[in-house]
């Protein structure tokens, strides 16, 4: 069996709580992008922080999960 490494929920949770976004590891991926949004309305000053990190996850060549990479597109458009 092979395994595959991919920018899972988990993963994208736990790189956006390095960065101080208050999500937790429970929330679905769609209530994590609203928390996002949000965020970055309250603390403008934060979203270069989070395009570097977006940046970042799309440079490594790992598969991201659909879910995963909408959200990372709604935010960086």
């Known amino acids: ?16 709580r390095n960065v ?12 994590v992008q609203l928390v996002l949004q949000n965020w970055l309305q309250d603390f403008p ?5 989070v395009i570097e990190l977006f940046k970042e996850i799309t440079r490594t060549g790992v598969p991201i999960l659909p879910e995963v990479r909408s959200v990372i597109d709604a935010i960086t458009v």
């Not at 101080?20 to 209530?31: G, H």
């Not at 000053?45 to 922080?49: D, I, L, W």
């Open 1 to 16: 069996m092979m395994i595959v490494d991919l920018i899972d929920e988990v993963d994208f949770i736990e790189k956006l």
């Open 20 to 31: 101080n976004v208050p999500v937790t590891e429970k929330m679905p991926i769609s209530e």
């Open 45 to 49: 000053e934060q979203h270069s922080f």
